[in-house]
């Protein structure tokens, strides 16, 4: 028998499934008025007690919940949950990022919304969750000043990625000698223009001014 | 690591696309990888061998063709290839290209199907 070899073409992003479920989200989430902020970051920068900080200014004013990523336990979740918003965790098991369909799957039949502010807290990693869009408007970096200045550097598509970084620890930055204008160089050179906002979750320093640009963001993005 | 989830992803489209193209075995997979995809190519390449077993294309190949780093310089008014992801600025005038054209392709550009 003779084989017949056909080349045909394709021309499809790998994660198309993914893409259309996001799509699929953001649409969904634009259209109930739903401003969706990810947070990213490698293991331990401070997004747990960072998004704990955010959702406790937030409450008193604006319908808000969480969504948590974790591989395996659901320490974050009960710590998000004491800010006292609706939060819930979606284990990934051997998954290392959040997927759409996860967040969807999540959010079907928990009956939060109509929401102001949803917040998804990847699972900690910088790189994994670096190519699976989640329908949401913001995307936030978070990095400590212990981490080291480069981190951006060793970490260029994630950071590429992102909407917003967040230098969080800031109150730490003398006690490790972090070298500020080292760190937004090598912010500047992987996302040119990103905005960056120093935070500290102990002081609160920073907090206002990101509490201002989300306002600012969801009323710009919000059909009036 | 993310990379096994991605072959599996590569391996569906494919099964999808081949039947869709009338069928056959699927012989080879070609794929563009962009320097921001997220994905590396020798982890990818290793991740898709593991994953080819677990479905009935053992004998598929993956072609993996990297795509280099482009960026539109917004006064020299014009693409540039960049050296790397790490210092996003034309080569030629130094300025800062955050608009990137090509570097984040992960994707099945063709196949090749045997019957």
């Not at chain 1, 992987?190 to 600012?216: A, C, H, M, Q």
Request: charged share 25%; aromatic share 4%; with cysteine.
């Amino acid at each position: 028998m003779i084989t017949t070899t056909r080349l045909v073409e394709v021309r499809q992003h790998v994660l198309k499934h993914n893409d259309v479920v996001a799509r699929a989200l953001r649409e969904e989430f634009r259209s109930n008025g739903t401003f969706v902020v990810s947070l990213v970051s490698s293991p331990g920068a401070g997004k747990t007690a960072f998004l704990e900080k955010v959702l406790r200014k937030l409450r008193g004013n604006y319908r808000v919940a969480a969504l948590v990523g974790d591989l395996a336990t659901d320490n974050d979740a009960r710590r998000l949950a004491r800010s006292e918003v609706p939060v819930k965790q979606i284990t990934t098991g051997n998954v290392c990022h959040l997927e759409a369909a996860m967040v969807r799957d999540a959010l079907t039949g928990w009956n939060v919304e109509p929401l102001d502010f949803l917040f998804i807290e990847n699972v900690g990693n910088l790189v994994c969750p670096a190519s699976f869009d989640l329908g949401e408007n913001m995307r936030l970096v978070l990095f400590s000043v212990t981490e080291g200045e480069d981190k951006p550097l060793k970490y260029p598509t994630i950071f590429n990625t992102a909407d917003v970084a967040i230098l969080s620890k800031i109150d730490l930055a003398a006690a490790v000698d972090f070298d500020l204008q080292a760190a937004l160089k090598s912010l500047q050179s992987v996302r040119p223009g990103i905005r960056v906002i120093g935070t500290s979750s102990k002081t609160d320093e920073g907090l206002d001014e990101f509490l201002e640009l989300l306002y600012t963001e969801r009323h710009a993005n919000t059909p009036s | 690591m993310h990379e096994l989830s991605i072959a599996l992803s590569i391996l569906d489209l494919a099964e999808e696309q081949a039947q869709l193209h009338g069928g056959g075995r699927v012989a080879v997979i070609r794929l563009q990888l962009g320097p921001l995809s997220g994905v590396v190519k020798e982890s990818l390449q290793s991740a898709f061998e593991l994953a080819r077993e677990s479905c009935s294309m053992e004998d598929a190949n993956l072609v993996i063709e990297e795509v280099p780093l482009v960026s539109f310089c917004p006064v020299c008014q014009v693409q540039r290839t960049l050296a790397s992801a790490r210092d996003l600025c034309c080569p030629e005038c130094g300025a800062v290209t955050p608009e990137i054209v090509h570097g984040r392709e992960l994707e099945v550009v063709s196949l090749e199907l045997e019957s």
